[in-house]
C-alpha cells in the first residue's frame, strides 16, 4: 500500500509531507515501458500531485501536465478525492531507450508545465489552473518555486527514486516536503525569530539527505535521522493507490466529440469500433447498434441544446 504521511514540528508554523509510491507507480507503467528518466519523472510527478491533493479539502482532480515539443510531448499525473492517482507520459520516440537525464525544460522543448485543480460538479468551487515556470533544472525545483511565488508558501521539495535494480525491490518513488506558514498573529518576536531560524536549519538539513536516505529509510526514521533536534509529529498516514476514472459513460462523450457525420462514418465503415483508455489500457467496444444508440443520443442532445440556447438567447426583442 502505498501512503503519505503529514508532519508538523512542534511549536513552528512548519509542516511536512513524506509520500511513497510503489504499487501506483507499477501500475502506472504496467502498458508503457518508459526509459528510465521519464519513469522517475512520472514518479515524481504523481509524488507531487498526491501531496497538493493531501493539502486541499476538496472533492475533485489534482492534476499535473506538460505539453511541448521536446522529447517529452505531453504528459498527466492526476489524483482524484486525495487517494486515487493516474499518470501517462507521451514520448516524441516511445523507442528511444538511451535517454539521458537532462533539465525539465529541455524534455518540454517549448513548452508549458500547468497545475490544476479541477473540483468535482457537486463542489462548489471554480476549477483553478497555474503555470510552474520551467527556470530550473529538477522538477522539484520548479515547484519550490511555484509555491513561493503562486502560494507564497516557502518550500523545500525532494525526491528520489529507487530504480528497483535489485531483485527484493521494485521501482519507487519518495518524496519529502516541508513548508513554512505564515507566523501567528499573535507570535512574539521571540517566537518569529525562533521561526525563521528553524525553518533556515531545518531547509539546511533537508538538502543534505542523499537519494539513498530518502528512498529507502520509513518516514519516522528519515524524520529522526535528519531532524532529530526539533520535536516533531507525523500524523495518521492517507493511503494512496492507482486508479483510472475512466468509464463507457466517459468514453460515449469521447465519441460524441467526433461529430455526427464522422461517428455516422465510422459506423458505416466498420462493425466495430474499439476505444482504448490509454491509462489503464481498458478496452470499450461498439458495435454497430450500440454506436448507433450513441449517434442518437448526440442528435437528441444537440437538438435539447439548441432548444435551450433559444430560450436563453431570445432572437427577438420586445
Ligand atoms: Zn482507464
Same mark, same amino acid.
Given at each position: 500500500?502505498?501512503?503519505l504521511?503529514?508532519f508538523s #514540528?512542534?511549536d513552528l508554523?512548519?509542516r511536512?509531507?513524506?509520500?511513497?509510491?510503489?504499487n501506483?507507480?507499477?501500475?502506472a $507503467?504496467?502498458f /508503457?515501458?518508459?526509459?528510465?528518466? *521519464?519513469?522517475e519523472?512520472?514518479?515524481?510527478?504523481?509524488?507531487a500531485v498526491?501531496?497538493v491533493?493531501?493539502?486541499?479539502? #476538496?472533492?475533485?482532480?489534482?492534476?499535473?501536465q506538460s /505539453?511541448?515539443d521536446?522529447d517529452?510531448? /505531453?504528459?498527466?499525473?492526476?489524483?482524484?478525492?486525495?487517494a #486515487? @492517482?493516474?499518470?501517462i507520459?507521451?514520448l516524441?520516440d516511445p523507442d +528511444?531507450?538511451t535517454?539521458?537525464?537532462?533539465?525539465?525544460?529541455?524534455?518540454?522543448? +517549448?513548452?508549458q @508545465?500547468?497545475?490544476? @485543480?479541477? !473540483?468535482?460538479k457537486?463542489?462548489?468551487?471554480?476549477?483553478y489552473q497555474?503555470f510552474?515556470?520551467?527556470?530550473y533544472d529538477?522538477?522539484a525545483q520548479c515547484?519550490?518555486?511555484y509555491f513561493v $511565488?503562486s502560494e507564497?508558501?516557502e518550500?523545500?521539495l525532494n525526491f528520489?527514486?529507487?530504480?528497483g535494480d535489485s531483485?527484493?525491490?521494485?521501482?519507487?518513488?519518495?518524496?519529502?516536503?516541508?513548508?513554512?506558514? !505564515?507566523?501567528?498573529t =499573535?507570535a512574539?518576536? *521571540?517566537? *518569529?525569530?525562533?521561526?525563521?531560524?528553524a525553518w533556515?536549519?531545518?531547509?539546511?538539513?533537508?538538502?543534505?539527505v542523499t537519494d539513498?536516505e530518502?528512498?529507502?529509510?520509513?518516514? =519516522?526514521?528519515?524524520?529522526y535521522?535528519?531532524?532529530h533536534?526539533?520535536p516533531c509529529?507525523l500524523h495518521?498516514?492517507?493511503e494512496?493507490?492507482?486508479r483510472?476514472?475512466c468509464?463507457?459513460e466517459?468514453?460515449?462523450?469521447?465519441?460524441?466529440?467526433l461529430?455526427?457525420?464522422d461517428?455516422?462514418?465510422?459506423?458505416?465503415e /466498420?462493425?466495430? *469500433?474499439?476505444?482504448?483508455c490509454? #491509462?489503464?489500457?481498458?478496452?470499450?467496444?461498439?458495435?454497430r447498434?450500440?454506436?448507433t444508440k450513441?449517434l442518437?443520443?448526440l442528435a437528441?442532445?444537440t437538438?435539447?441544446n439548441?432548444?435551450?440556447d433559444?430560450s436563453n438567447?431570445?432572437? $427577438?426583442l420586445?
Amino acid at each position: 500500500m502505498d501512503v503519505l504521511h503529514r508532519f508538523s #514540528f512542534i511549536d513552528l508554523p512548519i509542516r511536512g509531507q513524506w509520500v511513497r509510491l510503489e504499487n501506483s507507480l507499477a501500475e502506472a $507503467t504496467q502498458f /508503457r515501458v518508459y526509459p528510465k528518466p *521519464i519513469h522517475e519523472m512520472l514518479g515524481q510527478m504523481l509524488a507531487a500531485v498526491a501531496m497538493v491533493a493531501d493539502n486541499i479539502k #476538496f472533492s475533485g482532480a489534482v492534476t499535473l501536465q506538460s /505539453r511541448g515539443d521536446g522529447d517529452l510531448l /505531453r504528459s498527466l499525473a492526476e489524483c482524484k478525492d486525495q487517494a #486515487f @492517482l493516474r499518470g501517462i507520459m507521451h514520448l516524441e520516440d516511445p523507442d +528511444n531507450e538511451t535517454m539521458a537525464d537532462q533539465p525539465l525544460a529541455q524534455w518540454l522543448g +517549448n513548452g508549458q @508545465l500547468a497545475l490544476s @485543480l479541477i !473540483p468535482d460538479k457537486a463542489t462548489a468551487m471554480q476549477p483553478y489552473q497555474g503555470f510552474v515556470s520551467l527556470e530550473y533544472d529538477t522538477l522539484a525545483q520548479c515547484l519550490e518555486h511555484y509555491f513561493v $511565488t503562486s502560494e507564497q508558501l516557502e518550500t523545500s521539495l525532494n525526491f528520489a527514486s529507487n530504480s528497483g535494480d535489485s531483485s527484493a525491490t521494485s521501482p519507487s518513488v519518495t518524496g519529502l516536503l516541508l513548508q513554512r506558514l !505564515p507566523n501567528n498573529t =499573535q507570535a512574539t518576536e *521571540i517566537e *518569529i525569530d525562533a521561526a525563521r531560524d528553524a525553518w533556515h536549519t531545518l531547509t539546511t538539513l533537508a538538502a543534505t539527505v542523499t537519494d539513498e536516505e530518502l528512498s529507502q529509510l520509513d518516514a =519516522q526514521t528519515l524524520l529522526y535521522r535528519l531532524f532529530h533536534e526539533y520535536p516533531c509529529r507525523l500524523h495518521e498516514p492517507r493511503e494512496l493507490s492507482y486508479r483510472c476514472t475512466c468509464s463507457r459513460e466517459k468514453t460515449d462523450t469521447t465519441l460524441m466529440m467526433l461529430g455526427s457525420d464522422d461517428l455516422s462514418e465510422l459506423i458505416e465503415e /466498420r462493425s466495430e *469500433i474499439t476505444v482504448d483508455c490509454e #491509462f489503464c489500457g481498458n478496452r470499450y467496444s461498439y458495435d454497430r447498434d450500440s454506436a448507433t444508440k450513441v449517434l442518437n443520443d448526440l442528435a437528441e442532445q444537440t437538438a435539447a441544446n439548441e432548444a435551450s440556447d433559444a430560450s436563453n438567447n431570445p432572437k $427577438t426583442l420586445h
